[in-house]
């Protein structure tokens, strides 16, 4: 009965592996200690494990508390890499474009507004990422902050909107800038991390209504 419930357990909670097999394992130990508990008070051992598996709760009453913890840390885990990929992202393009041989002093057209709006939307993201992680630091582990996926995914989208918008603008005005290879290594890896970022917590957005 044990490994029943801990195996429709395990199929029924997505998120962090690590964290995922710590949250099962804890969910085994515990069972394992109550039937423990109910054999040496004198119960036989079928009824002891049958006991402790309907005091543990069924598995529709366990999923959201579990899941929630797993939402909680899918959250941080994407604010702490979103950062770390910004504090790099963020240098390595401007030296892109400043060193970028097509570039000139005085863009035309909207670049220079799209430069601005980039980086606005980069400052934003970043600092989503911050108040995410400060926000989930004592959050409850049966209740993830709605806003925080919702806010990560905002950013997301319009990080590949303002990115779609400079693109289309550059390869009308002057296409050779996307030409040089570390300015289009720097546009291949800010759309990753936007998209990524935009659709990682479609699943916990969709659980919280």
Not at 45 to 66: I, K, S
Not at 156 to 167: I, P, S
Request: with cysteine; aromatic share 6%.
């Amino acid at each position: 009965m044990i490994d029943g419930l801990i195996r429709d357990l395990d199929h029924a909670l997505h998120g962090p592996a690590r964290t995922k097999r710590r949250l099962i394992e804890e969910a085994r130990a515990g069972l394992l200690d109550a039937a423990d508990a109910y054999a040496s008070a004198g119960f036989d051992r079928a009824d002891a494990t049958r006991r402790a598996v309907a005091e543990f709760g069924t598995v529709a009453e366990l999923a959201p508390v579990y899941q929630a913890e797993l939402d909680i840390t899918r959250l941080r885990v994407t604010a702490i890499a979103l950062l770390v990929v910004l504090s790099v992202l963020a240098p390595f393009a401007n030296l892109a474009w400043d060193h970028n041989p097509q570039t000139m002093p005085n863009m035309p057209g909207l670049i220079p507004l799209i430069g601005k709006m980039l980086v606005a939307v980069t400052f934003a993201t970043g600092l989503t990422a911050i108040v995410v992680l400060l926000g989930t630091s004592r959050a409850r582990v049966d209740r993830v902050p709605g806003w925080g996926p919702r806010a990560l995914q905002l950013t997301g989208h319009c990080g590949l909107l303002a990115l779609t918008f400079g693109l289309v603008t550059l390869a009308d005005t002057a296409p050779g800038v996307l030409r040089w290879p570390p300015f289009l290594a720097t546009v291949v890896l800010a759309v990753m991390t936007f998209f990524v970022v935009a659709i990682r917590h479609q699943g916990a957005t969709r659980r919280l209504g």
